[in-house]
């Protein structure tokens, strides 16, 4: 079945550093790929996409490009802010199987 | 306007209860989900329905029952409440198409159980 697998956290960062968060994926077929951010006490939102290879989702800084060779969709920040910490999900969704499969997520926390 | 709405966002009952969360969606999407996140934020799928039927059932118990008098509404009822329940469920929608991926899942703002 489909899975996504995610850098374990939690990661905590300094304003104004590079951030990573690696996600690989197994899935049958050719899914499309999603970050979601969760701030505290809130639901999930939609931070970026790609819906085929090569593919480059960006939003409010974030980075991530669809890499079907590497079967890798990883989130990037050149310059993170305090606002910035959450958590970080990568899902994806597959037409086979007709679901949303998240990753177990990452806490970042950036300190002042 | 809020384009998925959950209710309560709060609720906290005594084990052995039965008791249910609302969802409506005004985005006019085919498919809506049901979603646990444990304490360790793990995300789970409970239930999926796309145009008012059932696609996906995961292993989830008996005791959860999800009801969709219509494709903007997805209700879950939960017999027998049991502390191991405890967790933030959140219904979500979207606009999927078999085989061509979808547009992004919109996400309610949650509803924290609490079994006592």
């Known amino acids: 079945g489909d899975s996504v697998t995610q850098m374990e956290g939690p990661v905590t960062l300094s304003e104004e550093a590079f951030l990573t968060i690696n996600c690989t994926y197994t899935a049958t077929g050719y899914p499309s790929l999603f970050w979601y951010v969760q701030y505290p006490g809130e639901g999930l939102q939609l931070l970026l996409k790609a819906t085929k290879a090569d593919d480059k989702g960006s939003n409010k800084g974030f980075e991530a490009t669809y890499r079907k060779e590497t079967t890798s969709f990883h989130l990037e920040k050149g310059s993170v802010q305090v606002s910035d910490s959450a958590v970080y999900f990568c899902a994806l969704f597959s037409g086979s199987a007709r679901q949303l499969t998240f990753g177990s997520g990452t806490q970042l926390t950036v300190l002042p | 306007d809020t384009a998925v709405s959950q209710t309560p966002k709060y609720l906290v009952t005594q084990m052995g209860n039965d008791k249910s969360i609302k969802c409506e969606q005004n985005?006019?999407?085919?498919?809506m989900y049901w979603y646990k996140q444990d304490s360790k934020k793990f995300l789970k799928i409970m239930f999926s329905y796309n145009n008012k039927e059932l696609i996906i059932n995961e292993t989830v118990p008996n005791r959860f029952s999800p009801k969709s008098p219509d494709k903007a509404h997805l209700n879950l009822h939960i017999n027998s409440l049991e502390l191991g329940d405890s967790a933030v469920y959140f219904c979500?929608?979207?606009?999927?198409?078999?085989?061509?991926?979808?547009?992004?899942?919109?996400f309610g703002q949650g509803t924290r159980l609490t079994v006592v």
């Open positions: 985005l006019g999407h085919d498919t």
């Open positions: 979500a929608s979207s606009l999927a198409n078999r085989g061509l991926g979808s547009t992004e899942a919109f």
